[in-house]
């Protein structure tokens, strides 16, 4: 069993800069993938970033490279998403996911536990 609790999001004028943060829960957090997935109004959930277990691979959706990166610290069983050059599109709810695969995924369904999300909203 894995909780996890996001934190770090708030309000932000567009090129501004926010870190999401996920804690985790559970003493197998090392050995979970952790994505990023986010939720705009009336939109479906869209994958955002990944990283596997091990910090040697991660992925990025199209519309976040060279603007997003994630991280983890497996000594902290924390996630990180930092994300830079913030643009109003960017407005949406962000949730962390684990996934127990030995890669990445840009799949939800691949992710067994999710956070509560937390919301970025970004002006023009």
């Known amino acids: 069993q894995v909780q996890l609790v996001e934190s770090g999001g708030g309000s932000v004028q567009a090129g501004g800069s926010l870190r999401l943060s996920c804690a985790a829960s559970?003493?197998?957090?090392?050995?979970?993938?952790m994505g990023w997935f986010r939720q705009a109004p009336g939109k479906e959930r869209e994958f955002v970033a990944a990283i596997s277990w091990n910090n040697v691979n991660t992925k990025y959706a199209d519309s976040v490279k060279g603007r997003f990166t994630i991280s983890r610290d497996n000594a902290k069983n924390t996630v990180y998403l930092q994300m830079n050059s913030l643009e109003p599109d960017d407005t949406a709810v962000y949730y962390c996911?684990?996934?127990?695969?030995?890669?990445?995924?840009?799949?939800?369904?691949?992710?067994?536990?999710w956070g509560q999300g937390t919301q970025v909203t970004v002006s023009s």
């Open positions: 996911a684990a996934a127990y695969i030995t890669s990445t995924s840009p799949r939800p369904n691949d992710y067994r536990y």
């Open positions: 559970g003493r197998t957090f090392s050995s979970y993938a």
